[in-house]
Antibody, heavy 116, light 107 residues
Framework: QLVESGGGLVQPGGSLRLSCAASGFTLSAYSMHWVRQAPGKGLQYVSAISYGGGSTYYADSVEGRFTISRDNSKNTLYLQMGSLRLEDMAVYFCARVGINSAFDMWGQGTMVTVSS | EIVMTQSPATLSVSLGERATLSCRASQSVSSNLAWYQQKPGQAPRLLIY???TRATGIPARFSGSGSGTEFTLTISSLQSEDFAVYSC?????????FGQGTKLEIK
C-alpha cells in the first residue's frame, strides 16, 4: 500500500514536503507519480519520477516550484513544494505505475491547504 | 498537452440498467487509455487499462472499448456500489492527462 503524509495548512509563498511510504512491494521497481485533486474538481497530473530517480517530469503549473524525489532505501517518495499558491490547494495522491503503464495503486491522499 | 473530454458530466441511471460513459482525446492516444473509479473521500481505483483490459479484481460488468480518440466505458448492469465518479486518463503522451470525470448517480 501507499500512505501519504505531510499535508497541512501553509501560507501563500510557503513550502511543504509530502511523503509517500510504500509497503508490501519494492518501490525501486516502479515509476511513481503525484496527482492532485482540488476540492470538487477532477484529477490533475503533477509530477513523475523514474524507478531509479534519474528522470523526472513536471506539469507546467508546478515546474520550477516543486521537486519530486525518492529514497528507495526507505521505500519512500517525496514531493517538495515551494512558492505555494492558492491554486495548489488540493488533495495530493501518490500513485504507482504498473506493468500495464496505468496507475494501478494509489495512496489515500493528503490535503494541502494554502491560505493566509 | 492532450485534452481529455468526458461526457456527460452527470449520468443518471437506474439500478440494473446499463451505463455508457464517453471519453474523447484531442489527438490520438492509441490504446493507452485507462479508466478509474472514485468514491467520495477515497482514492481512485484502476478499472480498465489498454482501453479494454479489466484490472485485477474488476467485475466483468465493466468493459472498455475504443482506440485513437474515442473511448467508451460500459457498465452492463448497475449495482449500488457502482455509483461514483469515473475518470479517463491517457498515458500515451506527457503529461498524463485526465478527463474531468463523469458522475454516475442513481436515477
Amino acid at each position: 500500500q501507499l500512505v501519504e503524509s505531510g499535508g497541512g495548512l501553509v501560507q501563500p509563498g510557503g513550502s511543504l514536503r509530502l511523503s509517500c511510504a510504500a509497503s508490501g512491494f519494492t518501490l525501486s521497481a516502479y515509476s511513481m507519480h503525484w496527482v492532485r485533486q482540488a476540492p470538487g474538481k477532477g484529477l490533475q497530473y503533477v509530477s513523475a519520477i523514474s524507478y531509479g530517480g534519474g528522470s523526472t517530469y513536471y506539469a507546467d503549473s508546478v515546474e520550477g516550484r516543486f521537486t519530486i524525489s525518492r529514497d528507495n532505501s526507505k521505500n519512500t517518495l517525496y514531493l517538495q513544494m515551494g512558492s505555494l499558491r492558492l491554486e495548489d490547494m488540493a488533495v495530493y495522491f501518490c500513485a504507482r505505475v504498473g506493468i500495464n503503464s496505468a496507475f494501478d495503486m494509489w495512496g489515500q491522499g493528503t490535503m494541502v491547504t494554502v491560505s493566509s | 498537452e492532450i485534452v481529455m473530454t468526458q461526457s456527460p458530466a452527470t449520468l443518471s441511471v437506474s439500478l440494473g440498467e446499463r451505463a455508457t460513459l464517453s471519453c474523447r482525446a484531442s489527438q490520438s492516444v492509441s490504446s493507452n487509455l485507462a479508466w478509474y473509479q472514485q468514491k467520495p473521500g477515497q482514492a481512485p481505483r484502476l478499472l480498465i487499462y489498454g482501453a479494454s483490459t479489466r484490472a485485477t479484481g474488476i467485475p466483468a460488468r465493466f468493459s472498455g472499448s475504443g482506440s485513437g480518440t474515442e473511448f467508451t466505458l460500459t457498465i452492463s448492469s448497475l449495482q449500488s456500489e457502482d455509483f461514483a465518479v469515473y475518470s479517463c486518463q491517457q498515458y500515451n503522451n506527457w503529461p498524463r492527462t485526465f478527463g474531468q470525470g463523469t458522475k454516475l448517480e442513481i436515477k
